[in-house]
């Protein structure tokens, strides 16, 4: 399975009025309970590989990005970076069917999660596929109910 995964208003909010908070490391520290949903979906299936589709994503390296998920708590077989130039002001939707077509993933094997309200014009098949979060609470129980009929279509 392959998870687009972004990080603002996901794995931490993005409540402009909130300061995020920082890990040792000095990236954004994740909430615990986006953290536990995370490694939930990580555990049902075989093989995962997060794709990071967040504006974060070309601030480090694969190699690094893997250390940051492995210091908070979440075991993953695979990162990659979504790696469509920023320069380019692309919608999220653009970038995820761009790069969907450009890898020739199928519908079935992804998983997407992410704030972004331009995924609610994703194709109706792709959509399906979509746990969209609330940016000011990020993957929370709210969304892992959500998150639960959907996994029963992947």
Same mark, same amino acid.
């Given at each position: 399975?392959?998870?687009?995964?972004?990080?603002?208003?996901? &794995?931490?909010?993005?409540?402009?009025?909130?300061?995020?908070?920082?890990?040792?490391?000095?990236?954004?520290?994740f909430?615990?309970?986006?953290?536990?949903?995370?490694?939930?979906?990580?555990?049902?299936?075989?093989?995962v590989?997060?794709?990071?589709?967040?504006?974060?994503?070309?601030?480090?390296?694969?190699?690094?990005w893997?250390?940051?998920?492995?210091?908070?708590?979440?075991?993953?077989?695979?990162?990659?970076?979504?790696?469509?130039?920023?320069?380019?002001?692309?919608?999220?939707?653009?970038?995820?069917?761009?790069?969907?077509?450009?890898?020739?993933?199928?519908?079935?094997?992804?998983?997407?999660?992410?704030?972004?309200?331009?995924?609610?014009?994703?194709?109706?098949?792709?959509?399906?596929?979509?746990?969209?979060?609330?940016?000011?609470?990020?993957?929370?129980?709210?969304?892992?109910?959500?998150?639960? &009929?959907?996994?029963?279509?992947?």
């Amino acid at each position: 399975m392959k998870i687009f995964l972004d990080i603002d208003g996901v &794995m931490v909010h993005a409540n402009p009025h909130k300061r995020v908070e920082l890990d040792a490391d000095g990236f954004y520290k994740f909430n615990t309970v986006a953290i536990e949903i995370l490694n939930y979906i990580i555990g049902l299936k075989k093989k995962v590989e997060l794709i990071l589709s967040t504006s974060h994503r070309f601030r480090f390296g694969v190699m690094e990005w893997k250390a940051i998920f492995d210091r908070r708590a979440i075991s993953v077989e695979s990162v990659s970076i979504l790696n469509t130039p920023l320069e380019k002001q692309l919608t999220r939707k653009t970038e995820i069917m761009g790069w969907m077509d450009q890898c020739q993933y199928s519908p079935e094997e992804v998983l997407i999660i992410d704030d972004d309200k331009s995924l609610n014009g994703l194709p109706e098949n792709l959509k399906e596929r979509l746990l969209l979060t609330n940016p000011y609470t990020g993957l929370n129980q709210e969304s892992y109910v959500d998150l639960n &009929m959907l996994l029963k279509k992947v």
